[in-house]
């Protein structure tokens, strides 16, 4: 069993900054992949930014420049680093984990959060 729980959302002001905190737990062995998605309402969910098992990042065009994702390895936890937020980033995210076993990558995913950019 995984257990995937974000933090770190809220409401913050056209321009300012947030930070999301993701962290697995559980049977987490063989952890390849952790990221970040969001979704408004009437819309399918957004691939925003993730982070593999090598290291390697990867970030959607409306992220690149402004989101950092970053991973504790140690601690199985991914942060989003959001700046020069917009209006537009307002959504609920979610943390999404892929974990390898038993022959096959299994996807978690968190409960999500929200971030409101709002005046």
């Known amino acids: 069993q995984v257990q995937v729980v974000e933090s770190g959302g809220g409401l913050v002001q056209p321009g300012g900054s947030l930070r999301l905190s993701c962290q697995a737990s559980?049977?987490?062995?063989?952890?390849?992949?952790m990221g970040w998605y969001r979704q408004t309402p009437g819309n399918q969910r957004e691939w925003v930014a993730d982070?593999?098992?090598?290291?390697?990042?990867n970030y959607a065009d409306s992220a690149k420049g402004r989101f950092t994702i970053s991973a504790d390895r140690a601690k199985n936890t991914v942060y989003l680093q959001m700046n020069s937020l917009k209006p537009e980033d307002t959504a609920v995210y979610y943390c999404?984990?892929?974990?390898?076993?038993?022959?096959?990558?299994?996807?978690?995913w968190g409960q999500g959060t929200q971030v409101t950019v709002s005046s």
């Open positions: 982070v593999l098992k090598s290291g390697t990042k």
């Open positions: 559980g049977n987490v062995f063989g952890l390849n992949l």
């Open positions: 999404k984990t892929i974990i390898f076993s038993a022959g096959n990558n299994h996807a978690y």
